[in-house]
């Protein structure tokens, strides 16, 4: 039988004192969590029968998880990220905030603060040009009324042909792949950039190590992250996730939603590339509109405070 001594007084003093409750110094918040967290730990271990390899075990791996800044893809990875999602989308349907576009993760890869324009940028930096499919991206930003939000800050990110982020893969220009991009008096927003391609874990990291002892791939499809946000309307964080990808509906980080999958069209039109500037090779388009919900409170209008580079 199980043997269990986490309940016994003696413990349970142990417990409150690595808490923190012994004293009045410190967060109530933090110790009130921490509490529970160490409790459940101890939980955990008698429970599942820890032996003591598998708990050194875990602690080497998290050593390793947090050397390369990999929490914030392990987690998605163990589906963490998209559970909070699914918790604020049930809060929201209990206080009837519904409508719009759906959310979904931001996932580990944002950088802030990425070149601004009006109405159009150019996302790539031209380095794939005799690589990538030139993708023309394009839309309208809603409200829930169905009227177009001028002024709205569509702030863009994605990977490259080899499926990594600028920033995070040091090769690449600064801010290649991301852009911000107001709406103009329509609410529409127009970009240059090239399809990407889809996002492999890195397959040597303690990440890709745990999902491999968990039977599962690193992989997710092609995508394309966006943030939009204006005056009056609640931040909306999303992503466009591509059609035809082999991992669309397999993504490990359970991102892909009913409604945030776009079509990359492929237009073979010599005349059609050339109006859009390019040599009248092949390009894609892709259309995708966006709906905001009103903002209840002046925070709505904003991201989390999740640290993140680049602020
Ligand atoms: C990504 O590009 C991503 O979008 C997520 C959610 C996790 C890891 C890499
Ligand atoms: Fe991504």
């Known amino acids: ?39 459940d730990v101890y939980k955990f271990i008698e429970e599942l029968e820890v032996t003591e390899d598998e708990f050194w075990l875990a602690v080497d791996r998290l050593n390793k998880i ?8 392990l987690l998605p990875g163990l589906s963490l990220e ?28 944002y950088v802030a603060n990425s070149p601004l324009s009006d109405g159009y940028a150019r996302m790539d930096d031209g ?3 005799h690589l990538a499919t030139p993708l023309f991206i394009e839309g309208t930003i809603y409200n829930t009324d169905g009227k177009p939000v001028p002024g709205a800050i569509v702030d863009l990110w994605q990977a490259n042909i080899n499926g990594t982020y600028s920033y995070f893969d040091e090769s690449q220009s600064l801010y290649n792949l991301r852009r911000r991009i107001k709406t103009d008096a329509d609410g529409r ?6 399809i990407p391609s ?31 946000s204006a005056p ?9 996730n591509l059609a035809g990808d082999k991992y ?13 999958v776009g079509e990359a069209k492929l237009v073979n039109n010599v005349e059609a590339s050339k109006a859009n500037g390019l040599d009248g090779r092949e390009f894609a388009e892709l259309k995708f509109d966006f709906v905001l919900q009103p903002a209840v409170s002046p925070e709505a209008e904003n991201r989390s405070q999740r640290p993140r580079v680049g602020q």
């Open 1 to 39: 039988m199980t043997l269990k001594i986490s309940h016994t007084p003696e413990v349970q003093a142990l417990l409150k004192e690595a808490a923190g409750f012994n004293n009045d110094q410190g967060s109530p918040r933090l110790k009130q969590l921490m509490f529970r967290l160490i409790t």
């Open 66 to 73: 947090g050397a390369q800044s990999e929490f914030g893809l």
């Open 82 to 109: 998209h559970f909070m999602d699914l918790l604020q989308d049930a809060k929201d349907e209990q206080v009837g905030l519904t409508g719009g576009t759906p959310r979904t993760i931001e996932g580990p890869l």
């Open 127 to 129: 380095s794939e040009d």
């Open 189 to 194: 927003y127009r970009a240059r950039s090239i």
């Open 198 to 228: 889809g996002y492999g874990v890195n397959p040597e990291g303690p990440t890709q190590e745990c999902l491999s002892a968990l039977g599962r791939h690193g992989q997710r499809p092609a995508h394309i992250h966006v943030f939009v």
């Open 232 to 240: 009056d309307h609640r931040h909306l964080t999303t992503q466009i």
């Open 248 to 260: 669309l509906w397999d993504d490990f980080a359970y991102a892909t939603r009913n409604g945030l």
